[in-house]
């Protein structure tokens, strides 16, 4: 049975669109425009935006610009859109018009088409609901698109900012655990002096707290709202309360703390808000590739790496090579963390290439911002649960490098000189015997003071040197 369609108008003529979907003529240009990349607004996007139309709906409605009977019908079907529903009706491609026109279309043709039938209408008849003379009034596209990404952005913080609690709590849990273990330290992948596990695993866990604390403070620039602006900042076809009216709406009814924008032209000309917390993304990306990266290196093996800790085992690792197990939780977040870090370039260009009054890149910075907050939240979600709690340490081999490193001669500076304690690590790096091995033979210390000395806990910090040359 052949599809049914209505013909809609705008201003280029007209054309067929379904007659069962709640979008409209633009929006299936956009369609046909823009067969880019398949990929569709994010949902907490699609839920924003429905947002700004339910705060910009009430305002009109408070300022008597929109009679009560559309308003409501506007504001129920807008409540169903930021409810999850009709979100199958948001079809426009992520590269698209700048600025966000056809996705803001989209919204206002889905709503109206939606509060038309709410009031009885067929789907079409815009003299009942208009998507530009009412569910559009008192906007533009360039003020409420920025609008909608900084709600996006603020409603999806939460679950990111969770994720990464539970992962400092959790690497603060095994630095607990492994801190009567002790190791060699490593510099310039050589030994060094000794530290014990639970120290390098309390660094992971400071490192996600402060990239908490840059993140948390990079987000309020983002709370700032330019609503109002419409076109190009001068507030153009609105109220002169406006600004302040749907500033409030839009606080009640996202339940966020917003400021109003200080100055409406910089809130469509700049993105720096965005650059901001893109950038305190990607830092934070970069702290988890080094944290991944270690885990990989300290779980190399089994037999011909470090082999300090072991990761869970969560998957065979070959193809072809019988009971291999990788890394695959640390693989997995090292690739999200890459993409978070090209995510923040493309943002950063696109922030850049505004232009004037506008800055018409907004679309490919929505996606790219809202994808590294997901994909963060996720991934890290899974390697705290997968990977972090899992890990055990290997106390004998941890021992095993802790007794042979060289970099224990260092210890010995301040009781036999530098130049001894060099001779006795060139020696042990030479020979393979261990440092204690020399210093026992050459009598520059006992078997006592040599225990004595070696004290973890009076090695993996700062050292009191007059107790322990009396001990010795």
């Known amino acids: 049975m052949p599809e049914k369609f209505r013909v809609e108008k705008d201003t280029l003529g007209e054309r067929k669109v379904p007659a069962a979907c709640y979008y409209g003529i633009q929006t299936a240009r956009a369609k046909e425009n823009f067969p880019v990349s398949g990929l569709k607004a994010k949902p907490v996007f699609i839920k924003a935006t429905a947002l700004v139309k339910i705060a910009s709906c009430r305002a ?3 300022l008597g610009l929109l009679d009560r009977k559309r308003g409501v019908a506007i504001e129920k079907a807008a409540s ?8 199958n009706e948001f079809i426009v491609d992520v590269y698209q018009a700048g600025a966000g026109t056809s996705h803001n279309m989209n919204a206002n043709e889905v709503i109206a088409n939606r ?37 996006a952005v603020l409603l999806s913080f939460p679950s990111l900012l969770d994720s990464f609690k539970n992962l400092a709590a959790s690497l603060a849990a095994k630095s607990r655990e492994f801190d009567p273990i002790i190791k060699s330290g490593r510099t310039h992948l050589q030994d060094a002096v000794p530290v014990t596990l639970g120290q390098e695993f309390g660094s992971y866990a400071s490192s996600i ?32 309360t406006y600004r302040d009216v749907v500033l409030k709406e839009l606080s009640k009814a996202s339940g966020l703390k917003l400021v109003k924008a200080a100055d409406t032209f910089e809130a469509l000309n700049s993105m720096a808000d965005f650059t901001a917390f893109s950038s305190s993304l990607k830092n934070t990306a970069v702290e988890l ?49 890459f993409q978070v870090i090209g995510n923040d370039l493309t943002v950063s260009t696109a922030a850049a290439a505004g232009q004037l009054e506008l800055n018409v890149m907004l679309p490919v910075i ?4 809202l994808q590294s907050i997901e994909l963060l939240t996720n991934a890290v979600n899974v390697f705290t649960e997968k990977c972090v709690k899992g890990i055990e340490a290997d106390k004998a081999r941890c021992r095993e490098y802790f007794e042979k490193s060289a970099g224990l001669a260092t210890i010995l500076n301040s009781f036999i000189g530098y130049s001894k304690a060099a001779e006795v690590a ?22 006592n003071e040599w225990t004595r000395l070696m004290e973890p806990k009076a090695i993996t910090g700062p050292m009191d040197l007059k107790r322990l040359k009396k001990k010795a």
């Open 366 to 369: 929505n996606y790219n911002l």
């Open 80 to 87: 169903e859109v930021s409810s999850g529903s009709l979100h």
């Open 60 to 62: 009109n409605m408070r």
């Open 209 to 240: 707290k402060s990239s908490i604390k840059n993140m948390t403070a990079s987000l309020e620039g983002v709370r700032r709202i330019g609503l109002g602006a419409t076109a190009v900042g001068t507030g153009i076809n609105t109220h002169p």
């Open 115 to 151: 509060a038309i039938e709410i009031l009885g209408g067929k789907k079409g008849d815009y003299s009942i609901v208009h998507p530009n003379d009412h569910v559009n009034m008192s906007q533009s596209t360039n003020d409420t698109m920025p609008a909608a990404l900084r709600v």
């Open 426 to 447: 060139r020696d042990s790096v030479k020979t393979g015997r261990t440092i204690k091995e020399i210093v026992l033979e050459r009598g520059l210390l006992s078997e």
């Open 289 to 337: 590739i080094r944290i991944a990266n270690d885990l990989r290196l300290l779980s190399s093996g089994p037999r011909t790496g470090l082999a300090e800790i072991r990761l869970p085992a969560l998957q065979p690792g070959s193809s072809i090579m019988p009971g291999k197990v990788n890394p695959v939780m640390a693989e997995m977040l090292n690739m999200v963390s």
